[in-house]
């Protein structure tokens, strides 16, 4: 019988996202499959985890490219990136709290990519204007991406309706990022 990667990461995506604490028994059941089929796979929890890094980064920088960040006001490029990352929003949620990720020399570049682009739309924002320049780009850019983590979380734990997911986190966001006509 042949395993779908894919579908046994989407998977453990949607059980970490629920159950952070899952074990690799608990991932194994929700994809259908058994402990041992599981390991073949991923030797072990880390590796698990590191593949949907992977998978999320991915997903993430197709996300970024689907928002089409240079096109239009840069405050219209946020809303379209928000709606572009919902659907992986609930990994991104789980990832940010794996340390291990972001620490050491394994660090993977994915993500300085992501940060690369997503600061380089607030900077775009700023220089056009429409952005705060007393919030850096990089602050910008971690509080979005707090954001849309508390949203998924929310939404999941059922104190946020998922329609106003985009709504909630763009408004939020945007309201303290404009820049006001008095300055």
């Known amino acids: 019988m042949s395993v779908d990667r894919t579908q046994v990461l989407h998977s453990a995506a949607a059980l970490f996202a629920r159950k952070a604490t899952a074990t690799m028994d608990e991932v194994a059941r929700a994809a259908g499959i058994g402990r041992a089929t599981l390991h073949r796979q991923f ?28 096109d239009g006001p840069a405050d219209d490029a946020v809303r379209r990136l928000i709606a572009g990352v919902e659907p992986v929003a609930p990994l991104l949620s789980f990832l940010v709290t794996e340390n291990q990720l972001f620490e050491g020399e394994e660090q993977n570049e994915g993500w300085a990519r992501l940060d690369a682009r997503v600061s380089a739309l607030f900077r775009r924002g700023q220089e056009e204007g429409v952005f705060r320049i007393d919030l850096t780009p990089a602050w910008l850019t971690e509080a979005l991406y707090g954001l849309i983590g508390s949203a998924a979380w929310a939404v999941m734990d059922g104190r946020l309706a998922p329609k106003d997911y985009q709504y909630m986190i763009a408004e939020l966001l945007l309201g303290g990022a404009r820049r006001s006509v008095e300055q």
């Open 43 to 70: 030797a072990g929890r880390d590796a698990l985890i590191r593949a949907l890094e992977e998978m999320a980064i991915e997903e993430l920088e197709a996300a970024l490219d689907g928002a089409a960040l240079d």
